[in-house]
């Protein structure tokens, strides 16, 4: 199984900055969830399926402040590697590399290491990766009519 | 196919490898999982111990064509009934293709 990195500008909000005049390191934290829903969208994947991601431990370097203007969040799946990675197999934990950029060709501003496991959203326990991915593969349910 | 005695010795050094632990440790004490992630250095949480878990399952797959259902286990659960109900996942004739 492959997955592409993905790629998400925002634009930095005024209320995102401190009284540095810079973004506030929990702000970087929303940043770093955006881009990882963008790296779902990347992957075909969609959100509200009966299996949810919940983000298990966060690991932040600060290497820049972040001043007004755009930032680029890169995401990648680092694990399970691509051979680790099997519609058969099983996995309960992966972990994203996320890079959080001062513009597009700007520095690096943040390094992040964001591990995440799985929950059955109705039985609230454990699940695999892989039953994550189904269920965000599963077309979306269709909307019953109100109507009576 | 490997017989059951190999069977359990594969599973508990996968086991003893994922975790970071010895199979002394691990089984001479007969560790339950909470006591398990305590002592570990390398696990936090129940995540860590599933991925363990799985690294065991998906190593039984590879190796020997051998499907592992994991069970949901209380943190109470001593070491050595997690290793049963592995042998009894690999011993169960229904369950052997992958």
Redesign the interface.
């Known amino acids: 199984m492959h997955f592409e990195e993905s790629s998400l500008t925002l634009r930095v909000r005024p209320n995102d900055l401190d009284t540095l005049g810079h973004v506030n390191n929990a702000t970087t934290l929303e940043y770093l969830e955006a881009g990882r829903w963008a790296w779902l969208e990347r992957q075909g994947l969609t959100r509200g399926g009966t299996v949810v991601a919940v983000v298990s431990r966060v690991e932040v370097d600060y290497r820049r402040e972040i001043p007004p203007g755009d930032v680029v969040v890169h995401t990648e799946l680092e694990s399970p590697a691509a051979d680790e990675l099997e519609e058969d197999g099983l996995n309960y934990r992966a972990r994203f590399r996320q890079r959080v950029f001062l513009a597009a060709d700007g520095p690096v501003a943040v390094e992040a290491l964001v591990s995440v496991a799985f929950l059955d959203a109705r039985e609230r326990s454990l699940a695999s990766l892989q039953q994550f991915l189904a269920a965000a593969r599963a077309p979306a349910a269709p909307v019953e009519d109100p109507r009576p | 196919m490997p017989d059951a005695q190999e069977l359990e010795s594969y599973i508990r050094r996968k086991f003893a490898e994922n975790v970071g632990l010895t199979e002394e440790e691990l089984f001479a004490e007969d560790l339950s999982l909470a006591a398990l992630i305590t002592r570990s250095e390398r696990m ?5 111990l ?2 363990a878990f ?1 690294r065991t ?2 190593g039984l ?1 590879k190796d020997f064509g051998l ?1 592992v259902r ?1 069970p ?1 286990l209380s943190l109470d659960t001593p070491v050595s009934q997690v290793l049963a109900v592995f042998m009894g996942e690999v011993t169960d004739p229904e369950r052997k293709s ?1």
Do not use: I
Not at chain 2, 44 to 48: A, E, G, L
């Open positions: 936090t949480n129940s995540v860590d599933m991925e799985a399952s998906n797959r499907r994991l949901a992958a």
